[in-house]
């Protein structure tokens, strides 16, 4: 033993000697600075290490590139300028209506007079009536059927405020039984939900969206210890999640979708790792209108312990009914084991006044991650369902007398109706060779593009006409989400598609005002950080 500790002791003179003879050749100060600038490049390497795993390599080469260019002298002052140009663009026609805008209270009120006032203003909106993509998905006038009855039903409870529950016993009860009664058409009653599905009302989609991500979070930080979450979407799930990636502070995996532009489950599960909190599932995506393969993302959920949202917030008040109907619809409920919660608009096919959607969970133990607590403050114990604390009431009757007015016989024969015009419209599409349908819709969007013709331009000859389609990227198409308002219409647009088809055909390249060079541009951009700069910038000079 002393045999040892002597030869170990002298083992560490002799390498003590050796180091210092080593180390004397250096200056001190470059002794002292080697381990920093070490450590410095260690971190530096794992920074760049990083966002290469997060971004690609391709993108991380592009964006250092674009950065070094604008360092060049005059190169940033150039591509600003440019920039500004889309902007202008972009928001051509708007900035001189806003110079008549009010920026201050009239002296003087204008008493009932400003409901003379609001119907002027309102006079200059666009024709909506049968010509919008989306947008309004009651169909006939404002004034009369279905719209009359829901604008008297949320004139009867403006006033109310849910967040008084003592004193607006009438809103509670409409919000529960709308949440019960939009579980119900998504499975709640089976056995395979487990009989204890709950929810609440929300603002919107992407109010419901927000909360099933915040909630699959913070449940998931309970359950698996999970404290640096991520998140996997396909590329056509809805930017609701993205927002909530920004808000929430998750990872945001987004993977591209397969060959019939649903959710690749095979590319999904090679991005889970011990970090995912969540994967979501669209029935349908919005911008195809193509149900992802719910029951695949359930099993892959369910196997790896995490949570899977269901985005049913165009599918349903659809779906359900179109299953009764015996169109042939996949499974997309809480029937699908794994699926811990689910998000429905009231307010589109569910023919609700705007601001009215319901986000649901598989069970109260989910729920409970969604409400937020609060002990410590001097105004008295508080707790809050969702994002908004006040909530308008009238919204919420409205969605209420919605529903309870149409009925299950109602929104059957709303669903036979846009169906039909849905598969109307495919097949006038496929009757003009020069577009095609992506891939085989299974609702009530459809999405088409071109091989031959720039289909933005086609757009933009359609706008000309006065309707309102969607652009949509990746590839470059367009499309029209189909509700009540087409149904006396869908032979004037299939005649004025064809006829903008055959006007591009003709005569190819941009309009006069179009933005078909804008939307082409922005597709083939490389630097996305700048499409998104213009996107900013537009909306800060917009509202």
């Known amino acids: 033993m002393d045999y040892h500790s002597s030869w170990f002791n002298s083992f560490l003179v002799r390498f003590r000697l050796s180091a210092n003879l080593f180390l004397s050749q250096f200056e001190p100060l470059a002794l002292l600075l080697a381990p920093l600038l070490t450590l410095f490049i260690a971190r530096l390497l794992h920074s760049l290490l990083s966002v290469i795993h997060e971004n690609g390599l391709k993108a991380t080469v592009l964006a250092l590139f674009m950065t070094s260019i604008k360092l060049v002298p005059g190169v940033q002052s150039y591509i600003d300028a440019e920039k500004q140009k889309v902007v202008d663009k972009l928001q051509s026609g708007s900035k001189s209506k806003r110079e008549h805008w009010r920026t201050e209270l009239p002296t003087t009120g204008l008493g009932v007079g400003v409901i003379e006032e609001m119907k002027d203003v309102k006079s200059n909106d666009a024709d909506w009536k049968g010509k919008c993509s989306g947008t309004v998905y009651i169909g006939g006038s404002e004034s009369e059927g279905h719209f009359s009855l829901i604008n008297e039903a949320c004139s009867m409870f403006a006033h109310t405020n849910p967040l008084h529950l003592d004193v607006f016993q009438s809103v509670a009860r409409f919000e529960a039984e709308v949440v019960a009664m939009t579980a119900d058409l998504l499975g709640s009653k089976e056995k395979a939900s487990g009989g204890q599905v709950c929810g609440n009302m929300t603002s919107g989609g992407t109010e419901s969206i927000l909360l099933a991500v ?50 690749d489950v095979k590319a999904i599960r090679k991005q889970i790792n011990r970090n995912t909190i969540l994967i979501v599932g669209s029935a349908p995506g919005y911008p195809h209108g193509i149900i ?16 899977l949202h269901v985005d049913l917030c165009l599918g349903g008040f659809v779906l359900p009914f179109a299953r009764k109907l015996g169109y042939p619809i996949p499974p997309f409920d809480f029937t699908v084991r794994g699926v811990t919660s689910i998000s429905a608009d009231v307010h589109k096919y569910g023919l609700a006044p705007k601001g009215t959607s319901v986000v649901l969970y598989r069970n109260h133990d989910i729920r409970k991650h969604q409400f937020v607590a609060v002990t410590e403050w001097s105004g008295g114990l508080y707790v809050s369902p969702t994002v908004a604390g006040s909530r308008p009431g009238g919204v919420i009757a409205g969605a209420w007398a919605a529903m309870m007015s149409l009925g299950q016989q109602g929104y059957l024969e709303n669903t036979r109706k846009i169906i039909e015009v849905s598969k109307m419209i495919q097949k006038g599409i496929k009757e003009i060779p020069e577009l095609f349908i992506i891939g085989n819709p299974d609702m009530t969007i459809v999405a088409f593009g071109s091989a031959v013709l720039d289909i933005f331009e086609v757009n933009d000859i359609m706008s000309g006409k006065g309707w309102h389609l969607n652009a949509l990227q990746r590839p470059n198409s367009i499309h029209i989400c189909v509700t009540l308002q087409h149904v006396p219409v869908v032979d004037a647009f299939l005649q004025d598609l064809r006829e903008a088809v055959q006007t591009v055909k003709e005569n190819p390249g941009p309009i006069s005002g179009g933005l078909a060079p804008i939307y082409g541009a922005a597709g083939k951009m490389p630097d996305r950080g700048m499409v998104q700069d213009l996107l900013v910038n537009y909306m800060d000079g917009t509202c």
């Open 214 to 263: 915040k909630t699959s979070r913070d449940y998931m930080k309970v359950k698996k210890g999970i404290t640096r979450p991520e998140m996997i979407i396909a590329e056509s799930a809805h930017s609701a999640y993205d927002k909530a990636a920004q808000y929430f502070n998750i990872k945001l995996r987004r993977v591209p979708v397969n060959k019939e532009f649903k959710a």
């Open 292 to 307: 992802d393969p719910i029951e695949e993302l359930g099993k892959l959920a369910d196997s790896y312990g995490i949570c």
